[in-house]
């Protein structure tokens, strides 16, 4: 059924081909530094080949109005009273086509299949993410995070029965399957005194623990959200890479907590669930080589999502108001550092066991991928060896995710997916997240508009 789904035209398989972005690709032969430069300039708009005229336009036109401050900041408000004035039918009407079109994979399997499969003969993985999460008051009952534990492993299932799966990754929210108000209290808690990791994996596997410093309820709720976690770790390992996201200070401790409980259970020949680093945080340097003398300690492979952070603002704001040192670093400099120190720590250790110790470099910024290929040339890793792979958001900087996978990279593209309604709230979070990325794509617009061109003059010329 999927493959009657797929319709790719010819021009598209024969810049496909120019491209050798075949799935097969295997590229072994290191390129000399020096070439780097030049090959990861992301410069060339032959990277939009690959897209319908449909997709040029709808993206120089979306991201057009993401280069507006006042319509990124104000979105949440401006798009729900537009729902309201609308209605649900005329609201689905005016952004499916547009802003979820660039953003969500789809709604339906149909939908999401057709675009797994199209990304896939581009040469890029997907990462699906299912669009939930909950910050401090927003939290929902048992049953709710239940049926959330249901749509992920419902994103376990999605993400490995189909072709275009090759060694594939999830994103998962923690706050999706335990409350926030409880992750804050963790927090505080392991302050005081730390938790025991073998404790968590007991009861994980059903057993009745009393964590220490939580009233009867709050025990019983942890011990809901363990087994959760529990059950979806036990259906993704050897099938699908879970990467569980990192989220604010106030509550990290606590998912990392829960995260390293579920590395040390699963992880023990390969890194199936993978941490989150957030380098615009003062410690996060530290925090990743504390992963890696654990995961040695504990005899764990370790799996690191690098980023380097998408809650600066409310962080900053929080902590001014609580009257506490800022937990980000001063400049968007001192974070770009971190990036690179803690990407240089974690490919050193990839240098000596690939095979143990995993990275994926998520960023939008050229010249984080433009150091990460350098070192991994220098310190002779491998670009297909599946030690280091790149991440970008699905509709964002893609003339840096095709020129990678063009190269040879092994690259992902964390896709949400749902209905507009179920997505909404995810793409607003997200675009005023990543608002100075999208302010800032002006070169990925201006290589919009040089493939348009070229492809208006070429049509000029044959008619
Ligand atoms: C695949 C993928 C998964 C992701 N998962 C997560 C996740 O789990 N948790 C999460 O928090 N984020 C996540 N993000 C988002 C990420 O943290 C960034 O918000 C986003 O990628 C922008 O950073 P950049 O490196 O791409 O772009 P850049 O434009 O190079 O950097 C922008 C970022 O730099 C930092 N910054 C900007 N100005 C300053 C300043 N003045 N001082 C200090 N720092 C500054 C901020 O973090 C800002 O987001 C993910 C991104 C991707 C691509």
Redesign the pocket.
């Known amino acids: 059924m999927l493959g009657s789904r797929v319709h790719l035209s010819l021009p598209l398989l024969s810049v496909l081909r120019q491209m050798g972005t075949t799935a097969a690709r295997t590229v072994t032969a290191a390129r000399e530094p020096e070439l780097l430069s030049a090959t990861l300039a992301f410069e060339d708009p032959k990277a939009f080949q690959v897209k319908t005229m449909g997709e040029l336009l709808r993206a120089l036109g979306v991201f057009r109005l993401c280069s507006f401050p006042l319509l990124v900041n104000n979105c949440g408000t401006l798009m729900s009273i537009a729902r309201r004035l609308l209605g649900k039918r005329g609201f689905s009407l005016f952004v499916r086509p547009t802003v979820y079109a660039q953003f969500v994979a789809g709604e339906n399997e149909t939908e999401i299949f057709h675009s797994m499969q199209k990304m896939s003969l581009l040469g890029l993985r997907p990462?699906l993410?299912v669009p939930i999460e909950e910050d401090l008051g927003e939290s929902t009952g048992e049953k709710r995070y239940e049926n959330n534990m249901e749509a992920m492993l419902e994103c376990v299932h999605i993400s490995h029965s189909n072709a275009w799966s090759k060694d594939p990754m999830m994103?998962l929210?923690v706050t999706a399957l335990l409350s926030p108000e409880l992750c804050v209290k963790l927090t505080t808690l392991m302050a005081q005194k730390p938790y025991d990791l073998n404790e968590l994996i007991r009861a994980m596997d059903g057993e009745p623990i009393s964590f220490h410093g939580l009233d009867e309820k709050e025990n019983a709720h942890l011990l809901c959200g363990l087994r959760r976690l529990n059950k979806i770790a036990e259906a993704s390992v050897n099938k699908v890479r879970v990467?569980?996201?990192?989220?604010y200070t106030y509550m990290n401790p606590a998912l990392s907590l829960v995260t390293m409980a579920m590395m040390k259970k699963f992880n023990k020949n390969d890194a199936w669930i993978w941490n989150?680093y957030?380098?615009?945080l003062k410690e996060s340097k530290s925090l990743i080589l504390e992963a890696i003398s654990l995961s040695k300690k504990e005899g764990f492979c370790l799996g690191v999502?690098l980023?380097?952070?998408?809650?600066?603002d409310k962080e900053r704001k929080l902590a001014q108001k609580e009257g506490r040192h800022d937990p980000?670093?001063?400049?968007?400099?001192?974070?770009?550092d971190s990036?690179n120190g803690s990407l240089n720590a974690m490919l050193e250790v990839i240098s000596e066991q690939p095979e143990r110790y995993k990275i994926?470099v998520?960023?939008?910024?050229e010249?984080?991928v433009r150091v990460a290929a350098q070192r991994m040339v220098e310190l002779g890793i491998r670009k297909d060896g599946g030690s280091v792979c790149f991440?970008?958001?699905l509709g964002?900087?893609d003339h840096v995710s095709l020129t990678l996978a063009k190269e040879g990279y092994v690259i992902?593209?964390?896709v949400p997916y749902g209905s507009v309604d179920d997505t909404l709230p995810y793409l607003v979070r997200?675009a005023q997240?990543?608002r100075?990325?999208l302010q800032?794509i002006r070169k990925e617009r201006d290589l919009l508009r040089q493939e348009l061109h070229r492809r208006l003059k070429h049509k000029m010329g044959t008619a």
Do not use: F, P
């Open positions: 990462m993410a994103q929210k990467l569980v996201d990192a989220e989150t957030q380098c615009y999502k980023v380097r952070g998408a809650y600066m980000i670093h001063n400049s968007w400099e001192d974070t770009n990036y994926i998520a960023t939008h910024n010249a984080s991440g970008q958001l964002m900087c992902y593209k964390s997200r997240e990543n100075t990325v800032g």
